[in-house]
């Protein structure tokens, strides 16, 4: 079975400054990766994912993740914060591809502070 | 509209009522998801629906909890004498079949259980 753990629950980090918010998987097959985003009082929606090929994807806003197989990590990144990154940031993943449902992490709320 | 739409946004009901929660997936998506996304536990996979097959229910924390998908769109999710523990928001989402992965959600229904 699929797991995915979330080392930190909460980053308080200052605006402009880099931050990094960490994601381990397990699994026994090969994955799909992804990290939703959930602002304030809002539906999580789809902030990037890794399915197959270069293994640094990027997102429209900034953030990259970068997926390696030999430490099963999806860690995501991003080099200057804005206070409009205040948000809880899941990772998950998927076996196998398809429409199969995702496994979550706990999430990390990530904080700007200014 | 566009997205995934919940209804109803909140809901505070008393200990030993039952409630329902409805869920209007984005027109032409095969599969439907229900989650609840509990303060501190991240998300948590309740039941899902792919087309015509029948559902996975595995996610379903009790024999209180049970959901339904009528026509292969609406989903209602229904909770039998509810009881304190089972406040949380419940969230929805929908993908089309062959995108590995990208769910698109709802904003939730937030319950309250007095």
């Known amino acids: 079975a699929q797991s995915v753990t979330q080392l930190d629950s909460q980053v308080p980090v200052f605006e402009e400054a880099p931050v990094e918010l960490r994601c381990n998987y397990s699994?026994?097959?090969?994955?799909?990766l992804f990290w939703y985003v959930q602002y304030p009082n809002q539906g999580l929606q789809l902030l990037l994912k890794?399915?197959?090929?270069?293994?640094l994807v990027e997102s429209i806003n900034g953030f990259e993740a970068e997926f390696n197989k030999s430490q099963t990590s999806f860690h995501l990144r991003k080099p200057s914060v804005h206070i409009s990154d205040t948000a809880e940031y899941f990772c998950?993943?998927?076996?196998?591809?398809?429409?199969?449902?995702?496994?979550f992490g706990k999430g990390t709320h990530l904080i700007i502070q200014p | 509209g566009a997205g995934v739409s919940q209804s109803p946004s909140n809901k505070v009901t008393e200990k030993g009522k039952d409630v329902e929660l409805r869920c209007d997936p984005i027109?032409?998506?095969?599969?439907l998801y229900w989650y609840r996304q509990s303060l501190g536990q991240g998300l948590e996979f309740l039941i899902y629906?792919?087309?015509?097959?029948?559902?996975?229910k595995s996610g379903l924390p009790s024999d209180r909890f049970s959901a339904e998908r009528t026509g292969g769109s609406v989903s209602t999710l229904t909770i039998q004498r509810t009881q304190q523990e089972d406040s949380a928001v419940y969230l929805c989402?929908?993908?089309?079949?062959?995108?590995?992965?990208?769910?698109?959600f709802g904003e939730g229904s937030r319950l309250t259980v007095l």
């Open positions: 989402a929908s993908s089309l079949l062959g995108l590995a992965g990208e769910l698109f």
């Open positions: 699994s026994s097959v090969s994955v799909y």
């Open positions: 890794y399915l197959s090929g270069s293994t």
């Open positions: 998950a993943v998927s076996e196998g591809g398809g429409a199969d449902g995702l496994t």
């Open positions: 027109s032409g998506h095969t599969a």
């Open positions: 629906f792919q087309g015509n097959s029948a559902p996975d």
